[in-house]
């Protein structure tokens, strides 16, 4: 079962900032969605979304190229160019790679949504997508660790942390330098108030891919949140 909840009560080591480090980095993977799995027991778990041209346009550029969205762009049966991260991609084994492009489709639907289930029915359905490819895909496809860490922002987004923490490190054991895995499991122990451990995240990532601007940043945004309640409790009273 999902948790339905989340703790209230304030860190004794954070004090007062939790909130305001919750909302730093636990951004990162939008408002979470909270509700019960068995909800959407039943739905189809893969296929073509019918996206609009629209929402195309929001699919990385790669996706674009695929054959099943260029029929749906109608540019009739017109070659397209080869690009070549598809190329890349399709030639490393992945399977049915435009299921993973719907899958962001729907993710973005998902988060368009105001109302909890319908939410939770366009995450579900990306799931189901990512599924789709992974299932098919050998270890040699080269999207496995973005695969893994996209079905973990999609299960935070519904509240199943557990899940979530246990995708992101999998993504990790297959890319180790994939810095959107680790600030992803970052967020989630922020969620649950799991300071230490999103510290540990970051450091880990930024000991495994040093350059990672994007780990620095998180890194020292954190540390600075987390020492703030510290300085502010030795700060002598005003007027002293």
């Not at 270890?139 to 299960?155: E, Q, T």
Request: contains cysteine; positive net charge; charged residues 25%.
């Amino acid at each position: 079962m999902i948790a339905a909840t989340r703790p209230t009560h304030p860190s004794p080591r954070f004090g007062t900032s939790r909130g305001v480090l919750a909302a730093a980095l636990g951004a990162l993977l939008g408002t979470a969605w909270l509700a019960q799995a068995h909800e959407f027991e039943g739905l189809p778990k893969e296929g073509d979304p019918g996206p609009q041209k629209h929402e195309l346009a929001l699919l990385p550029e790669w996706c674009l190229y695929h054959p099943s969205v260029n029929r749906i762009l109608k540019r009739g049966d017109r070659s397209l160019p080869h690009h070549p991260l598809l190329d890349r991609i399709v030639g490393s084994g992945c399977h049915a790679i435009q299921h993973y492009c719907w899958a962001l489709v729907q993710e973005v639907r998902g988060n368009r949504e105001s109302e909890y289930r319908a939410r939770g029915k366009q995450y579900y359905y990306a799931i189901g997508n990512i599924d789709y490819t992974l299932d098919g895909s050998p270890d040699s496809c080269i999207l496995m660790a973005v695969m893994h860490a996209k079905k973990g922002n999609l299960y935070s987004k519904l509240g199943d942390h557990k899940k979530a923490v246990e995708l992101y490190r999998q993504a990790i054991a297959r890319d180790p330098k994939y810095e959107l895995a680790y600030s992803g499991l970052c967020a989630v122990y922020l969620r649950q108030e799991q300071y230490d451990e999103a510290l540990q995240a970051l450091r880990a990532g930024l000991a495994a891919n040093p350059k990672s601007l994007l780990l620095k940043k998180h890194l020292a945004d954190l540390e600075a949140r987390r020492a703030t309640p510290q300085q502010n409790a030795d700060a002598p009273p005003a007027g002293d």
